[in-house]
């Protein structure tokens, strides 16, 4: 059995993950910030990659990143780089997709955050950066890290946008999910069986990570 | 010297408090009904809340000033604050949370600091502790003593018994009265319990429905 699926597929949430958490943290705080009427906007924009069929987000993507469209051709005249039909533009696709869990996550997190602790923090003399690092990301650390591993575990199962953008190259671009698909094409449904129990595998056990941090969330608020 | 004339519109409500507090070890108390502005009056104080109008003087200082628009925010207005849930932060130590009350220092220093309140208020082998690991006492005391690890030119106590039941509350209130006793600065008690501001506070101040003079 050659891994090489497993490995990209690893790689491409990994680096999925590491954007995502940034991303969601980050504009999760934002947005919380906002008036009102723009909240409910940003929110709806940002919630959209969650509801939307990944083909939607693939043809987007395709729009953007494609050697001929605005980015893409730029990206491709300036650094000979191509966005498109590559391991890495599987990461843009696992990103998009991905990125509602976290920032969801994240928000709600935020939202349940105690704001006298920050204005306990305000009346010592600490600055809002201080605030944001020591008190309220720590505090809401839990639910944070189970975003991510919800994120890694949607990024781990991505194919519609990812075959869209990345398509199927055995060796360059394939993933588990990809190779699942193109085995089972080609009628090679013992292989094909293989690489679903392996997906399996690793997706329960994310879950069950994500449950243990759910519960040793839930018994730290009860004491 | 604490001097405080501050007015503010919440929807319905509005709050028109003029009051002032004087240093040295006398607390002042601000004594109404729930709802009455008791702790909107401490936040605008401690810059948490801005005042529609008015003036806040400490110690010469301004700290606010509708007419000339000056308005501090709370990290520069040095006004120490107990929360009625102490808002200890609860993924540090004790050590640790009274540490953060501490202005730039060496770390030495800070260290020595920190060990001397930790003796002052009665928390030694709590130092590792978090804040849920303490009883309602020891998280008063904590909070107390990261409040004053800042040395705040004035303190600010919101109803700092009314997470306690009246067995402790005769043991707190004489703690609290022992401990603030150094401190040298104006300290204003919130509290809607009459006979407890009576024991603690030499003058008293009421509110009703937002209004104190």
Avoid at chain 2, 120 to 135: D, V, W
Avoid at chain 2, 136 to 144: D, P, Y
């Amino acid at each position: 059995m050659d891994w090489f699926p497993l490995a990209n597929s690893l790689r491409i949430a990994a680096l999925s993950t590491a954007a995502v958490y940034v991303l969601g943290i980050w504009l999760a705080d934002g947005v919380a910030k906002l008036p009102p009427a723009l909240k409910a906007l940003a929110d709806v924009a940002l919630t959209l990659p969650l509801v939307l069929p990944p083909t939607v987000v693939g043809f987007l993507l395709l729009m953007l990143l494609g050697p001929r469209r605005p980015l893409g051709s730029l990206v491709l005249g300036s650094f000979g780089v191509r966005l498109t039909m590559v391991w890495y533009a599987a990461v843009f696709a696992s990103v998009v997709v991905a990125f509602p869990l976290m920032y969801r996550t994240a928000r709600g997190a935020f939202e349940n955050f105690d704001e006298t602790l920050a204005d306990a923090a305000r009346t010592l003399g600490k600055s809002e950066s201080w605030i944001f690092w020591r008190v309220k990301l720590p505090a809401c650390r839990t639910s944070i890290i189970a975003g991510a591993v919800l994120a890694f575990a949607r990024a781990l199962g991505e194919y519609g946008a990812t075959s869209m953008v990345a398509g199927y190259t055995p060796h360059v671009t394939a993933t588990v999910s990809t190779t699942v698909y193109q085995l089972w094409q080609i009628g090679d449904d013992g292989l094909a069986l293989r690489w679903v129990l392996v997906n399996i595998a690793i997706s329960a056990l994310a879950l069950f990570v994500l449950n243990h941090l759910e519960a040793r969330d839930r018994a730290e608020r009860r004491r | 010297m604490l001097d405080v004339r501050i007015d503010k519109q919440l929807g319905s409500f509005q709050l028109d408090v003029s009051l002032s507090a004087e240093g040295a070890g006398a607390m002042t108390a601000l004594v109404g009904p729930s709802g009455a502005g008791k702790s909107m009056t401490l936040k605008a104080i401690a810059g948490l809340v801005h005042p529609d109008g008015g003036r806040i003087e400490l110690g010469g200082r301004v700290l606010y000033d509708g007419t000339r628009g000056i308005d501090l925010p709370a990290r520069e207005r040095n006004v120490g604050y107990l929360f009625q849930s102490y808002a200890l932060f609860p993924t540090m130590t004790v050590e640790q949370n009274i540490a953060c009350g501490m202005r730039m220092r060496g770390r030495a220093e800070r260290d020595a600091r920190v060990a001397e309140k930790i003796r002052t208020f009665h928390l030694s082998g709590l130092e590792k502790r978090r804040p849920h690991q303490l009883s309602g006492g020891e998280q008063q005391r904590a909070a107390l003593a990261r409040c004053l690890a800042n040395d705040p030119e004035a303190l600010l106590l919101d109803e700092p018994f009314s997470a306690v039941d009246e067995e402790l509350k005769a043991i707190l209130e004489g703690e609290l009265l022992e401990l603030l006793s150094a401190f040298p600065g104006p300290c204003i008690l919130v509290s809607h319990d009459r006979p407890e501001v009576e024991r603690l506070c030499s003058s008293i101040v009421e509110i009703r429905d937002g209004h104190a003079r």
